[in-house]
């Protein structure tokens, strides 16, 4: 049971209060509910661009770094199409240090043509090096947009093309931040050995004085029910083929999301799972295959991924894939096999709670779900889940007409 308290300032920022007497280190962690789905397609690549540009240097701090690193600290961000988060981790005597910090950035983020012309050369490079340059670093630039027609999920974080990092204005840039970078659409987690009294003294001081701006309203087109089969078939300079299969899911606030989550483990987690023990060590069809959740906060997918054996060819291997899903729409899982799943979930789950930078996120994420108290809650959704609800939704997920499928081949 982790318990925290909750508070909200004047311009609408959420903060939470984790009190951990245990750790000598605090947790500060914000979250802003921006992702790359609040992009336009014309202009993508700007939420991970922002990410960025954060570390650029504020009004009064032109360097993010140096004062978090002298008071004994370190920080990182990351951004997916749904959220952008901050985080900081640094000893408990020294947290005003990132209280003064994360809250000029997010009140007076330097915009300067420097900063802006080095973030955009790092995201550049990033984009060549990990997207256009790797192998098999394509993957998710051509399956979102087979996957999605309509929902902004059809483009990866790091955005649709090079070209609209390279053509980003200033006055782009600052439009992005005032729209989205307002105290009230944050959520801030403070996790340690701290009070609420000492948080909300802090929060108030730092964040208190800034203004909130004009709200944004998410408005994004909602993506048509999948009735056929997609295909896709690349060859590229990669050492061996690739299977790549994606299916329409739930929401992460649908009941169902627990259902796919925990499909996903009958399949790949660990080396007795299906995937592994029937069509790995068994049969030797592949060298590796995996199945995993996008875990969207709109509808996400179901993936598989994986790589055949040297003289299995794609077909054979998409055939194998596809029988073993039918089977689970087919025949009820075992209850030993199904609580064999339950209790590998529950020592990961007690296992994350552990470290008290996992806490403050996931309280962050789970307040942006809408209620914070959710993280207590998340085991009964797979402790109750039965052989017959993960067969029904076996029937549901893994239709045929609701995949996409990338066959990527290696040149001969």
Not at 114 to 138: A, T, W
Not at 329 to 337: A, D, G, H, R, S
Request: net charge negative.
């Amino acid at each position: 049971m982790i318990k925290f308290e909750k508070f909200t300032l004047e311009n609408g920022l959420t903060v939470i209060v984790h009190e951990d007497k245990t750790t000598p280190i605090v947790a500060f962690n914000i979250l802003y509910d921006v992702g790359a789905r609040d992009e336009d397609e014309s202009r993508t690549g700007f939420a991970h661009l922002f990410e960025h540009l954060m570390f650029g240097g504020s009004a009064n701090i032109p360097n993010f770094d140096s004062p978090l690193q002298n008071a004994g600290g370190s920080s990182n961000a990351f951004t997916s199409n749904d959220v952008t988060n901050y985080y900081d981790t640094l000893p408990v005597q020294n947290l005003e240090t990132a209280f003064w910090l994360e809250s000029d950035r997010l009140n007076q983020l330097a915009f300067t043509d420097k900063s802006l012309e080095v973030q955009r050369s790092v995201v550049i490079e990033e984009f060549k090096q990990n997207y256009l340059n790797q192998p098999y670093g394509d993957v998710w630039l051509l399956l979102r947009p087979l996957a999605y027609k309509n929902h902004p999920y059809k483009w990866a974080t790091i955005g649709k093309e090079i070209e609209h990092i390279e053509d980003a204005t200033m006055e782009d840039v600052k439009s992005f931040f005032h729209k989205h970078y307002t105290p009230q659409n944050g959520i801030l987690c403070v996790a340690g050995n701290v009070t609420v009294e000492q948080v909300k003294e802090l929060s108030q001081k730092w964040f208190g004085p800034i203004k909130s701006r004009e709200n944004y309203i998410r408005e994004l087109p909602i993506e048509p029910k999948q009735t056929e089969l997609r295909k896709l078939e690349v060859e590229r300079d990669v050492p061996s083929d690739a299977l790549y299969m994606t299916f329409h899911m739930a929401s992460r606030m649908d009941k169902r999301f627990y259902l796919a989550d925990m499909l996903s483990d009958v399949l790949s987690r660990g080396k007795s799972s299906r995937f592994t023990k029937r069509l790995v060590l068994e049969k030797h069809l592949f060298t590796e295959l995996d199945a995993f959740i996008t875990g969207s906060s709109d509808a996400g997918l179901f993936v598989v991924s994986g790589k055949p054996m040297d003289g299995v060819s794609l077909e054979k291997a998409y055939a194998e894939v596809r029988l073993e899903l039918e089977i689970l729409q087919k025949e009820l899982i075992t209850e030993y096999e199904l609580q064999k799943i339950k209790n590998k979930m529950e020592s990961i789950n007690v296992f994350g709670e552990m470290s008290i930078l996992n806490k403050a996120m996931n309280l962050c994420s789970f307040e942006l779900l809408g209620d914070a108290g959710m993280i207590n809650q998340q085991m009964d959704n797979y402790i109750n889940i039965t052989p017959t609800d993960l067969q029904e939704e076996a029937k549901k997920i893994f239709k045929e007409e609701n995949s996409s499928v990338l066959f990527y081949k290696a040149k001969k």
